[in-house]
């Protein structure tokens, strides 16, 4: 009988299909009837996934059953129609007073595994409980002796927690579990060249279609909002730090904010374009053209401890334009044209390095003991103190925009779509997209 569990369909078919070679149309006796009337023990579900009390879980995860005998698969059911609680397996967010509707089934382990799909993503920071029914039985028609159900079930992960924007009002992300991106609705068509985090509040910057500034921001990655900012002219980098939001922009604009809502222009003393900002050491640094008017020896740095009194920093040996800060292991690291490094332990004093590429480097980040560059061609830089460099790294023959570190995943997006990497050297496609992303931030 037990062997005939698992092989009852095969030996159907050799059956079926010799008579028919033979050219003889032929019925088959319910061989398998008879053998597993033998069979009087009651199935047990003996596993479900996800497990319970696991948190947290993918929102786009499946659900699977797996039962200790082989199953009769027409009682095995789910509902497809809407969200009332029918079919033989269920998972419900309310204790079954309504379920979530499924769209497939699929059958493995040899009719003892029953995986089930939503038919959308999971709700975010929810708890959900999978049932199933007596009504399903195994092939020699012994039903569950009890009803099956998770006790504490499954926590679906929490809001999103990487945000990526771009052209043409682009905002993409992705919660802490799971690799699938969601396109959100930004409200704008405006281009958006930086994201940050802080506050528990997204902030996104850009410029709209008239070249004026803009500003979104969510609390949950999802809805935003437009921020009235006031400003003729685009905005291209944020960050947030000492409580307080800096976004820098355009012909030297600086703005900040206590609640990415109310917006106070800041004096910056150069009227040159600024790129990028990042904090670190309690010191705000903030990168762009290095013109900057009758400051001599300026290499497009600017400094500050709380965003409204800022101090221009020179150096003697480049005239290259930067575009990405970030600090990490003591040390800030800002990048530029022509394979510009500097690196400085308290953003006073710059120090050149030496990185062997000339391509023009744009984003920088620094996570699992390293630093991570991304650039307009086929290399990302990595180093582990900022001084020396190691160019081996192949991201994407197209211009990667800006890098982020969090949960064990460097992040990087460009005109090519998102790259994943764990070790910021091996890189993956984890999203193709036909405009151009220019921003990304983790929430810490």
């Given at each position: 009988?037990?062997?005939?569990?698992?092989?009852?369909?095969?030996?159907?078919?050799?059956?079926?299909s010799r008579y028919s070679n033979l050219g003889i149309s032929a019925t088959i006796p319910a061989f398998e009837s008879y053998a597993f009337k033998l069979d009087i023990t009651a199935p047990t579900v003996s596993s479900s996934t996800p497990a319970d009390s696991t948190n947290p879980v993918a929102i786009d995860t499946n659900i699977s059953m797996t039962f200790s005998e082989v199953m009769d698969n027409s009682t095995i059911t789910m509902n497809t129609s809407n969200t009332s609680c029918s079919g033989t397996i269920q998972v419900s967010s309310d204790n079954f007073s309504n379920c979530i509707q499924m769209s497939s089934l699929t059958?493995?382990?040899?009719?003892?595994?029953?995986?089930?799909?939503?038919?959308?993503?999971l709700s975010y920071s929810t708890t959900y409980k999978i049932r199933v029914t007596t009504g399903v039985k195994d092939i020699a028609g012994n039903t569950l002796s009890s009803q099956y159900e998770t006790s504490s079930g499954f926590v679906s992960t929490t809001l999103p927690y990487y945000v990526v924007v771009g052209n043409s009002g682009t905002i993409l992300t992705r919660p802490l579990v799971g690799t699938s991106w969601t396109t959100r609705t930004s409200g704008t068509s405006s281009t958006f060249y930086g994201v940050t985090y802080g506050n528990g509040l997204y902030?996104?910057?850009?410029?709209t279609s008239d070249s004026k500034g803009a500003i979104l921001t969510s609390s949950d990655g999802i809805s935003w909002t437009s921020s009235t900012s006031d400003v003729s002219t685009g905005f291209r980098g944020a960050a947030y730090g000492n409580s307080t939001f800096v976004i820098v922009g355009n012909d030297g604009k600086i703005l900040t904010s206590s609640n990415g809502t109310s917006w106070t222009a800041r004096t910056s003393g150069r009227s040159t374009d600024l790129y990028g900002i990042t904090y670190g050491n309690n010191i705000f640094v903030a990168v762009g053209k290095t013109s900057a008017g009758n400051i001599s020896n300026s290499i497009g740095i600017l400094t500050s401890s709380d965003g409204t009194s800022w101090d221009n920093r020179t150096h003697p040996t480049s005239?290259?334009?930067?575009h990405g800060a970030t600090y990490g292991n003591s040390t800030f690291v800002v990048t530029g044209e022509s394979g510009i490094i500097f690196t400085s332990s308290d953003g006073t004093t710059w120090t050149k390095r030496t990185s062997n590429v000339s391509s023009t480097f744009f984003g920088v980040t620094y996570g699992n003991s390293t630093f991570v560059i991304v650039t307009g061609g086929n290399y990302v830089l990595t180093s582990s103190n900022g001084t020396t460099w190691n160019d081996s790294a192949k991201g994407s023959s197209s211009t990667l925009w800006e890098v982020t570190y969090g949960n064990n995943i460097f992040v990087a997006v460009g005109t090519s779509g998102i790259l994943t990497s764990s070790d910021g050297i091996s890189w993956t496609s984890s999203y193709s997209w036909g405009g151009w992303l220019r921003g990304v931030t983790f929430k810490e």
């Open positions: 009988m037990e062997y005939l569990k698992s092989r009852r369909s095969t030996i159907r078919s050799n059956i079926e059958v493995s382990n040899s009719n003892k595994t029953f995986t089930v799909t939503p038919s959308s993503s902030v996104a910057v850009g410029s005239s290259s334009d930067l």
